[in-house]
């Protein structure tokens, strides 16, 4: 416990020393604090939710401060609107700690009927029986991420997703990336961990990782509704994911390979320990995309296994960079975790969401990015140049299944792909005769 508490501690006086980086999140707070009461920041720990909500903050509540935190949470249990009380937006960092301050926000954003009077912070999700009102209209709930390679300044960010969306005519042309395949290697053991970008060397960056996949599984994973759970059946719940990662393993495979590591694991505890890292925003598995296009039975329905950053599945398997620069094909998994999670980044703003599809003729696209507005980009994951042409060839013939779809159905027409997409570990970025966008991971920005 004591080597935990010390990693906190570290990476609190990190943060505190080191420069801001701005995030993609940054502007989508300061919009839904001009629209909306209450804006609740939920992510995985670590991830820079109180220091991003600290630049727009004008007073905090620390509710995990050691030297207050018992008295806070008899003021809670009490009189939970004593704690409200401070300059607004009045920051209230991992709410979940005091579950009754969610209906005291509510009432008193009501009371207020003014926008932008708290920001709340959650590393899990709370049950929804812990709170009496879901906070519809009063608290907006934003998703956060680990940081995406540009906003840890390693993407030079020539690329814009909002771009290639909103500009037939974008030309991508000549942008090119600093990043080659060690670096990405590199950047993926590493993690997107903010505290990790001030620590002088390799080895201090990849202990982040580790340390927080230790601390799942020993503290947090009990902490997050009280349940005792057992360490080594989390570490081999997680691991399987990670052995299973960006791809779609049913979860009778991820069972008996956890039962392989770890004696005991019924199919109900398996369900009640993935819950839980979902709860913990460990895991975040991707629904499939079903379309009118054939029949409805060939579409391939399960989830594609994905954890919240690449770096939780390196430290996992014990990989190293090393390891994975002699073994490209298991980095070409771990690439396309961290693609998601950087176009879950980029999108945030556009209302993104992501799924995948693949159905039993063997036609896939790695992602489907769908915004607010209906239109989406079709999207494919490819680490070096010789598999450009294969994910190239998967995109179009998903874009000619659904023109001949809508030939067939005239009522019920589904809308064509807005964007082809290619994602690369590659060099350089260039638009193919035939639409297809080829875009290294290192030149992407929002």
């Avoid at 570290?10 to 701005?22: F, R, S």
């Avoid at 708290?118 to 998703?143: A, K, P, Q, W, Y």
């Avoid at 990989?319 to 771990?334: R, V, Y």
């Avoid at 209302?351 to 494919?380: C, F």
């Amino acid at each position: 416990m004591r080597k935990y508490i010390s990693l906190s501690l570290c990476l609190l006086y990190i943060g505190m020393e080191m420069e801001y980086l701005a995030r993609i999140s940054d502007k989508e707070l300061r919009t839904r604090l001009e629209a909306i009461g209450a804006v609740l920041i939920e992510g995985p720990k670590w991830c820079g939710k109180t220091t991003t909500a600290k630049q727009q903050a004008g007073s905090m509540l620390q509710l995990q401060n050691p030297d207050m935190r018992e008295a806070y949470l008899t003021t809670a249990a009490a009189r939970p609107s004593n704690l409200l009380l401070g300059a607004t937006p009045r920051l209230i960092d991992e709410w979940q700690d005091a579950p009754l301050l969610w209906d005291a926000v509510r009432t008193m954003v009501d009371e207020r009927g003014m926008p932008g009077q708290f920001i709340l912070t959650g590393s899990n999700s709370v049950d929804d029986s812990r709170i009496l009102h879901s906070g519809v209209g009063r608290i907006s709930r934003m998703r956060m991420l680990p940081m995406s390679l540009y906003e840890s300044r390693e993407s030079n960010g020539t690329v814009s997703l909002k771009e290639l969306f909103d500009n037939a005519n974008y030309e991508i042309e000549g942008a090119t990336s600093e990043m080659n395949v060690n670096d990405l290697i590199y950047a993926a053991c590493r993690g997107g961990w903010p505290a990790t970008l001030k620590l002088g060397t390799r080895a201090a960056q990849f202990m982040i990782a580790r340390d927080y996949f230790e601390s799942v599984a020993s503290t947090d994973i009990i902490k997050v509704d009280g349940v005792k759970r057992e360490p080594h059946l989390t570490k081999a719940i997680i691991r399987s994911y990670a052995r299973n990662l960006s791809t779609l393993a049913k979860k009778t495979s991820l069972l008996q390979d956890v039962k392989a590591m770890s004696e005991g694991c019924s199919d109900k505890t398996f369900d009640d320990y993935t819950k839980a890292l979902k709860r913990l925003f460990v895991i975040q598995d991707m629904e499939a995309w079903s379309p009118a296009v054939r029949s409805a039975t060939v579409i391939r329905r399960g989830v594609k296994r994905e954890l919240v950053d690449p770096s939780i599945a390196v430290a996992a398997l014990g990989l190293s960079p090393a390891a994975l620069e002699m073994d490209l094909k298991t980095f070409g998994f771990i690439f396309e975790c961290m693609g998601i999670r950087d176009l879950r980044a980029y999108s945030q703003a556009l209302g993104g969401q992501l799924s995948y599809y693949h159905d039993r003729y063997g036609l896939e696209a790695d992602a489907v990015l769908h915004l607010y507005d209906g239109r989406y980009a079709l999207i494919e994951f490819k680490l070096g140049s010789a598999e450009i042409e294969m994910g190239a060839k998967h995109l179009l013939e998903i874009k000619e299944l659904v023109r001949q779809s809508n030939e067939k159905e005239k009522q019920i027409r589904l809308r064509e792909p807005d964007l082809l997409m290619v994602v690369t570990g590659g060099p350089m970025a260039y638009s193919r005769p035939d639409g297809v966008k080829v875009v290294p991971l290192g030149c992407l920005k929002d």
